[in-house]
């Protein structure tokens, strides 16, 4: 072992938030709808207040350059930006920009992701990933914030954690509407890889600056639980799905088995700077 680890300069340490997760009073979204049904929550806890990180971000952000952060990934909540299709909510580009600005005044570079998880309720009742429009509602909500907060963010990720949308929704039936249909789940997979092409795009047509712009995919090492041809064709066609599929899409343009059968899509090829990795088991 070394003595000593050193890591090169500009190498960026820092926590994540996921704004649903730790604002409050998210209740333009489907999971704050779905959490107030009931029913769905072992012990009918709601998001509620969450941790208040909404009033509480100066503090938090205090805290963080406390530990010796330099950098910060956070979410712009889609369903405060845009409460109604088509309306923008100001006061919340606002709030955004002040969050942006404390990120800065506390010396920690902003990494900001556009989609995690939470869909407004309107995109969600014209059918959420299901819906064909679903890659340029994306795109026009990208380059709207690209345009009205590029100038103070470096870093874009698009969607936080792609595979896992449609495995959550539609097969494993764990995220809000909770259906099981392979069908549902392979158009969404196929709209969603769509989207990183069209966020990608309209950020860099739109930020003022030249910003790094990329997905966040959670990536598993997947391997046959033995060695039986069974198992090894199951670890193929989930390894094809939960990381081929993305990479390949975003490297070649297409859409991919298990969604597609290899049509290409305008506008996605090299639809990457940087590809932001999520890392939790094997």
């Not at 103070?152 to 909770?178: D, G």
């Not at 939960?242 to 990479?247: D, G, L, P």
Request: charge should be negative; aromatic fraction near 12%.
């Amino acid at each position: 072992m070394p003595e000593s680890l050193k890591f090169p300069a500009g190498f960026y340490w820092g926590t994540a938030t996921s704004s649903h997760q730790v604002e409050g009073n998210c209740t333009n979204n489907q999971w704050w709808a779905w959490e107030q049904e009931g029913g769905h929550i072992k012990d009918g806890t709601t998001s509620g207040l969450a941790n208040d990180h909404y009033n509480r971000f100066e503090e938090d952000f205090a805290l963080a350059k406390e530990l010796g952060h330099n950098g910060h990934r956070f979410s712009i909540e889609w369903s405060r930006i845009e409460p109604e299709e088509g309306r923008w909510d100001e006061k919340e580009v606002d709030h955004y920009r002040r969050v942006i600005d404390s990120l800065h005044n506390n010396g920690l570079t902003p990494f900001a992701t556009l989609h995690h998880f939470t869909n407004p309720v309107w995109f969600e009742n014209q059918g959420g990933w299901l819906s064909p429009k679903a890659p340029d509602l994306l795109g026009r909500f990208a380059g709207y914030m690209a345009k009205q907060l590029g100038d103070a963010v470096p870093f874009w990720m698009t969607i936080n954690e792609p595979p896992v949308l449609p495995a959550a929704t539609y097969i494993a039936a764990v995220f809000p509407p909770q259906e099981r249909d392979m069908g549902m789940a392979m158009t969404a997979a196929r709209h969603i890889l769509m989207s990183l092409g069209s966020m990608h795009n309209a950020i860099k047509e739109n930020a003022p600056h030249n910003p790094s712009v990329g997905p966040v995919i959670n990536m598993i090492h997947v391997m046959p639980a033995s060695d039986s041809e069974e198992d090894k064709a199951a670890a193929k066609m989930f390894d094809q799905y939960w990381n081929a599929y993305w990479f390949d899409g975003l490297r070649d343009g297409v859409i991919g088995p298990p969604a597609g059968g290899g049509e290409g899509v305008p506008g996605l090829k090299g639809a990457w700077d940087f590809v932001g990795v999520n890392y939790y088991s094997r």
